[in-house]
């Protein structure tokens, strides 16, 4: 189709990002949470929801938001940046640091839009690759690093879609030998062993990211934020747009935290059903990836994954066909669901690899 008045000569030939939404029975492919909020954050919620002064502007700099991020991390809130989802997060951190003229180094395969927003806002990505089990070597950073000087460096810890975890000897020398901002993306973070968050500090140009999506059963909300060195979030703070976060996102996401120990038994929940569905997938005509998320990563051995994942399909089960992704090939993601989707799906996997 011709449009009227053409987008910049930069992004012309670029995609959308997008997941299939379809209807199913099981829908294992979008790394939600099997989960609902618990009942009392609903309640608190709803009650707080209803005295809101909706002809009023929310908290420009959601401050009592941040305060209890800050308090969940044990940080100064002046630390903390809040923002719609993790993806504005991101957003907002590659307007501040990366555009034109300046270049964004990842590590493929990983989360798509790490590359797809930094060429939104005009940057050059260059992609490093990682090995045939998709672990990151350092000596590809240091070659990445050296040939590109990158001003943002992105790792996806555990990485979307392999769910391979980043030792934290990897990401130290990445934050040693990056030339500039180096963005730890842990949108899966609470499900892995360690977390890149105990090496934040005012004195290294590294940050964290984190979502409210998973492990805190609020998708619906697109509530996420980033720990980092108060002077980036001061910087970050001029370039977000006013009144961005609402009044009911800052509630929800205020109220959330006080659930932490609710939260934390869901991780070990959902750990313990993802290494038993690992353990099933591992009896299969399949491939299994070692994960430190809330999915799983595995490949046909003896089918083209696309017609894998049509067949789990046409069972009324949903997963994310990775298999045309670049360096994915026949790769499926399955989500973690509960105990019954996730047997729904090993049944309708086995049937459908006959």
């Known amino acids: ?54 002809h009023r502007y929310p908290d420009r700099a959601a401050t009592a938001l941040r305060e209890a991020i800050a308090d969940l991390h044990g940080v100064p809130a002046s630390m903390v940046f809040a923002a719609n989802g993790s993806n504005e997060v991101l957003q907002t951190l ?28 005009g940057a050059t990505v260059v992609e490093g690759e990682r090995g045939a089990d998709f672990r990151l070597d350092r000596a590809e950073v ?4 050296s040939a590109a000087n990158p001003a943002v460096v992105f790792l996806c810890s555990p990485n979307n879609p392999t769910g391979m975890v980043e030792p934290e000897p990897l990401v ?44 805190w059963s609020m998708a619906a909300a697109r509530l996420g934020y980033l720990v980092g060195p108060s002077w980036l979030v001061a910087e970050l703070d001029k370039v977000v ?30 750990v313990d059903e993802r290494d038993r569905v690992s353990a099933a997938l591992g009896t299969l ?27 789990l399909l046409h069972r009324s089960v949903l997963v994310r066909d990775c ?9 499926l993601r399955v989500t973690v669901g509960t105990p019954a989707e996730d047997d729904a799906f090993l049944a309708a996997l086995q049937e459908v690899l006959g």
């Not at 240091?142 to 690093?145: K, P, S």
């Open 285 to 311: 005509d399949v491939d299994v990836f070692p994960s430190g998320a809330n999915f799983v990563l595995f490949r046909p051995r003896s089918m083209p994954g696309r017609a894998v994942w049509q067949g």
């Open 323 to 331: 298999s045309s992704w670049p360096r994915l090939d026949h790769c």
């Open 172 to 215: 130290r020398a990445v934050a040693d030998l990056a030339p500039g901002l180096v963005v730890v993306d842990e949108a899966y973070g609470q499900f892995a062993p360690w977390s890149a968050l105990e090496l934040v500090g005012e004195e290294r140009p590294l940050v964290v990211t984190r979502t409210f999506s998973k492990t």
């Open 1 to 54: 189709m011709t449009t009227p008045f053409p987008v910049r000569d930069d992004l012309r030939s670029l995609e959308g990002y997008h997941s299939p939404q379809v209807s199913v029975r099981v829908r294992l492919n979008t790394n939600e949470s099997s989960e609902p909020p618990p009942d009392a954050w609903r309640d608190a919620f709803a009650a707080e929801l209803s005295r809101v002064e909706w």
């Open 142 to 145: 240091e070659r990445l690093v």
């Open 241 to 270: 747009l006013p009144y961005h976060l609402d009044a009911a996102k800052q509630i929800a996401g205020r109220l959330a935290v006080r659930f932490k120990g609710e939260m934390e038994a869901r991780v070990k929940a959902v």
């Open 94 to 121: 590659l307007l501040t640091y990366a555009g034109p003229g300046r270049t964004v180094a990842t590590f493929e395969p990983t989360y798509q839009l790490h590359g797809h927003i930094a060429r939104i806002t």
